[in-house]
């Protein structure tokens, strides 16, 4: 006796082979994305708690940092008397100071995409980079402007040379404030409070706290449902 068994044509084969196909290649890159933002968020949290340790035993040696003679706004001398303080608190790979390098040879971008920043070839930053690869840039605001608000700015590129090279991306800023370091846009800032009605026309410096403290990068995707009185996901 003769049996037959059932089994899918060709034609049906090909048709469910290219319905995965679509299906994967609309998730994927969605997939892709997602892992990336959150290896970005562990980096960034990370980079933030070596700066943080690094300048609380710099005070604990060196005193208050509106004494370190942060010379004036913008100052290579400020810059590198900063870095003189912190640098022996890394695991450094390589330091440049305020010559050029560190960095890569690029302009980097704001989230508006706007040009923001050579900080390869800018004297002003005094350029390193930390065992693991991330980038540290320090930028001193001198010793009268410490008194009132802040004693120095603190570039972070979490990636190293990999792009994008774009703030609220793989680069993040974080001020240098009298006892503490605060990452841009942290609750209460009167500097550069976070405020993603401006996300389209602001560089995004003020992107930094709302990573570290929601871990999440949803402002790419929902900026207008977010803000420290709003929903802190697009899925809120």
């Not at 690094?54 to 040696?61: F, G, H, T, V």
């Amino acid at each position: 006796m003769n049996k037959f068994f059932k089994a899918f044509t060709l034609a049906e084969v090909l048709i469910t082979l290219s319905i995965i196909g679509i299906v994967a290649a609309m998730t994927l890159p969605t997939l892709v994305q997602k892992n990336q933002e959150k290896e970005t968020i562990v980096q960034l949290k990370k980079a933030y708690s070596i700066l943080s340790q690094a300048y609380y035993s710099a005070i604990s040696e060196y005193g208050d940092s509106s004494e370190w003679d942060l010379g004036e706004v913008y100052s290579p001398e400020g810059a590198a008397s900063i870095a003189d303080k912190l640098v022996k608190y890394f695991k450094v790979h390589k330091i440049c100071g305020t010559e050029p390098g560190c960095f890569p040879k690029v302009t980097y971008r704001g989230f508006n995409n706007s040009s923001w920043y050579y900080i390869y070839n800018t004297s002003r930053v005094y350029k390193l980079i930390l065992a693991d690869g991330t980038l540290i840039g320090f930028e001193s605001h001198g010793n009268e402007y410490c008194k009132t608000s802040y004693c120095a700015k603190v570039f972070v590129d979490v990636n190293g040379y990999k792009g994008p090279n774009q703030l609220g991306y793989d680069t993040f800023s974080f001020y240098l404030q009298k006892g503490r370091i605060m990452p841009f846009g942290y609750q209460g800032d009167t500097v550069d409070p976070f405020d993603t009605s401006k996300i389209k026309t602001n560089i995004g410096e003020f992107l930094t706290a709302w990573v570290l403290v929601n871990e999440n990068m949803d402002y790419k995707r929902c900026p207008e449902k977010l803000g420290w009185d709003k929903s802190s996901s697009c899925k809120d």
